[in-house]
């Protein structure tokens, strides 16, 4: 689910890699954990990043220059990673205040675009689920 969703944030038109993001990339040959340090700024997309979990999944901490690729992906799990994606919305929503809502009910919790009112919303299960949904209805 986690992937599925950061395929997602990737594919919105709003979206880019910034400072302070985690990203992970998991494939048959490539796997590593990186941090974002300065983002992408030349025509070639290449941005300054922290190794943070080498291909053997073994914590380093070395400096590299990368460009995104196809396979890179935001890690869902990561605090900082969601305090950039809620930047990204507030800047694609021009709300530089807007937070999604968090509502407490008989099946659990849920989480909220708006603020509830009386029309049908949708839910997402998670904080993750609605950052992305804001991001992708902010298009």
Do not use: F
């Amino acid at each position: 689910m986690t992937d599925d969703l950061a395929r997602r944030a990737v594919a919105c038109k709003h979206w880019h890699w910034t400072p302070g993001m985690r990203s992970e990339i998991r494939t048959r040959t490539r796997r590593a954990a990186y941090r974002w340090l300065a983002q992408p700024t030349d025509g070639r997309c290449y941005g300054i990043v922290a190794i943070v979990e080498d291909k053997h999944g073994r914590p380093c901490r070395n400096v590299a220059t990368l460009q995104p690729g196809p396979d890179d992906l935001p890690d869902l799990d990561d605090e900082a990673t969601l305090g950039c994606l809620l930047g990204l919305v507030r800047l694609a929503r021009l709300d530089p205040y807007w937070l999604p809502t968090c509502l407490d009910w008989e099946g659990g919790m849920a989480w909220v675009i708006e603020a509830p009112s009386r029309k049908r919303q949708t839910r997402h299960e998670s904080y993750a689920a609605v950052l992305v949904a804001a991001l992708e209805a902010a298009e």
